[in-house]
């Protein structure tokens, strides 16, 4: 059953760039410069949206993580120096997270209508399909930001490819 449009938007598709092209060939140093005018490097990003995607994974499987009290707790400070080998584990955990919300998209009636508990306490309950539907559309909107940050370290394209109009 599932939802192939949101399958194939959790690796990108069409106006959705591909989130682990759009990092994995990215250098260490690259990934954490800040760009003048914006708050997070691309590091912070790619953190930032593993975060999230491990909270709803939690969700889904049944707990209550703690919602953070403001959102800056849930992106990570840049990593200072920044190391080849972290930069590394911090991609292969977003890519790690991307395969298991991949599946999500993928599964049966019953996984993806499987009731979710509210993430806050006075919050509605959801089901897997809003909840893989949501972080989906929150990993988009921050490789979308990547892509920009890229552009502005005149990094973009990816080395697999990516719009540059």
Not at 7 to 24: F, M, N, T
Not at 63 to 68: E, K, L, N
Not at 70 to 82: F, K, L, R, T
Not at 135 to 156: E, F, P
């Amino acid at each position: 059953m599932g939802d192939s449009t949101i399958r194939e938007l959790v690796y990108g598709k069409g106006a959705h760039a591909d989130p682990v092209a759009c990092v994995e060939d990215i250098p260490a140093a690259l990934a954490a410069r800040i760009v003048t005018g914006y708050p997070h490097c691309i590091w912070q990003a790619v953190d930032h949206m593993s975060y999230w995607m491990e909270y709803e994974l939690q969700r889904i499987a049944g707990d209550r993580p703690h919602y953070p009290e403001h959102a800056i707790a849930s992106w990570p400070a840049v990593p200072d120096p920044p190391d080849d080998a972290r930069w590394q584990s911090t991609r292969q955990r977003f890519g790690d997270l991307l395969a298991r919300f991949a599946v999500l998209a993928d599964a049966d009636a019953s996984t993806f209508e499987k009731a979710v508990l509210p993430d806050k306490p006075a919050g509605p309950a959801s089901t897997v399909a809003a909840v893989v539907k949501q972080i989906t559309s929150h990993n988009s909107y921050h490789v979308g930001q990547i892509a920009l940050l890229r552009r502005m370290l005149d990094a973009w394209p990816p080395r697999r490819g990516g719009d540059s109009w």
